[in-house]
């Protein structure tokens, strides 16, 4: 299967994603188009969005998986940021590294399992090498469980475990892939990558 995705600029990606969040019921705190350019304004940033036909309409073309990520620095000033470099000291080196951190993603339950996010993300990965980059970040919940499959699938290595005081479901996970010569090599989808807007 070929895969067709958008790669956005800030002002229409954050739309973008804002429109697709409403689609995840299953997630309470959903991203506003502000938010997003909040997070991602003045910082290297990647947004990606996988498009495929209704079923029951194929002449239409809908959004329906999605990932976001940004550069994240040794030293950053907005709080919820700060914290997380905090809590990734002695998990990742970043002394003249370039880390990317996966913030948001996810692919629609109808569209689930028919390799939109392995698409996505090894579309991320091939521009965060060509813009630099070393190791990609992300950070799930224990009770994720497709998550913590996917991104077992996709090779994302666990580099930190904190376990939540109360209620271990609530544990975070931290993972990261190193960027490397064969990363590419080791990509498996098909991609048609369109700069949107063109
Ligand atoms: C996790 C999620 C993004 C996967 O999206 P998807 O488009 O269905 O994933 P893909 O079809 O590209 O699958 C990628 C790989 O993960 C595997 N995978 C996907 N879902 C899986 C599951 N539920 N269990 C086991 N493996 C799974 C696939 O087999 C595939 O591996 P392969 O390429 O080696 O065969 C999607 O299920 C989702 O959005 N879930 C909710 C999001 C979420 O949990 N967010 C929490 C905040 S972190």
């Given at each position: 299967?070929?895969h067709?995705?958008?790669?956005?600029?800030?002002?229409?990606?954050?739309?973008?994603?804002?429109?697709?969040?409403?689609?995840?019921?299953?997630?309470?705190?959903?991203?506003?188009?502000?938010?997003?350019?909040?997070?991602?304004?003045?910082?290297?940033?990647?947004?990606?969005?996988a498009?495929?036909?209704?079923?029951?309409?194929?002449?239409?073309?809908?959004?329906?998986?999605?990932?976001?990520?940004?550069?994240?620095?040794?030293?950053?000033?907005?709080?919820?940021?700060?914290?997380?470099?905090?809590?990734?000291?002695?998990?990742?080196?970043?002394?003249?590294?370039?880390?990317?951190?996966?913030?948001?993603?996810?692919?629609?339950?109808?569209?689930?399992?028919?390799?939109?996010?392995?698409a996505?993300?090894?579309?991320?990965?091939?521009?965060?090498?060509?813009?630099?980059?070393?190791?990609?970040?992300?950070?799930?919940?224990?009770?994720?469980?497709?998550?913590?499959?996917?991104?077992?699938?996709?090779?994302?290595?666990?580099?930190?475990?904190?376990?939540?005081?109360?209620?271990?479901?609530?544990?975070?996970?931290?993972?990261?892939?190193?960027?490397?010569?064969?990363?590419?090599?080791?990509?498996?989808s098909?991609r048609?990558?369109?700069?949107?807007?063109?």
């Open positions: 299967m070929e067709r995705i958008r790669h956005y600029d800030l002002e229409q990606g954050a739309l973008e994603i804002q429109y697709i969040e409403e689609f995840f019921g299953e997630f309470p705190r959903k991203k506003t188009a502000s938010d997003i350019r909040g997070r991602l304004a003045g910082r290297r940033h990647c947004i990606l969005m498009e495929a036909p209704l079923p029951e309409d194929p002449s239409v073309v809908v959004p329906v998986s999605f990932k976001v990520g940004h550069e994240l620095h040794a030293h950053e000033l907005e709080p919820k940021l700060s914290d997380l470099v905090a809590r990734l000291q002695g998990a990742i080196r970043f002394d003249g590294r370039r880390v990317l951190y996966s913030w948001i993603g996810g692919t629609r339950r109808d569209w689930r399992g028919q390799g939109h996010f392995r996505l993300t090894e579309e991320q990965e091939a521009w965060a090498l060509s813009q630099g980059f070393d190791e990609i970040v992300v950070k799930t919940k224990n009770r994720f469980f497709e998550m913590r499959a996917t991104l077992d699938h996709l090779q994302f290595e666990v580099i930190k475990y904190e376990r939540h005081h109360a209620d271990n479901h609530e544990s975070k996970v931290y993972l990261s892939k190193r960027l490397g010569r064969d990363t590419l090599r080791r990509h498996r098909r048609t990558v369109v700069r949107a807007p063109a």
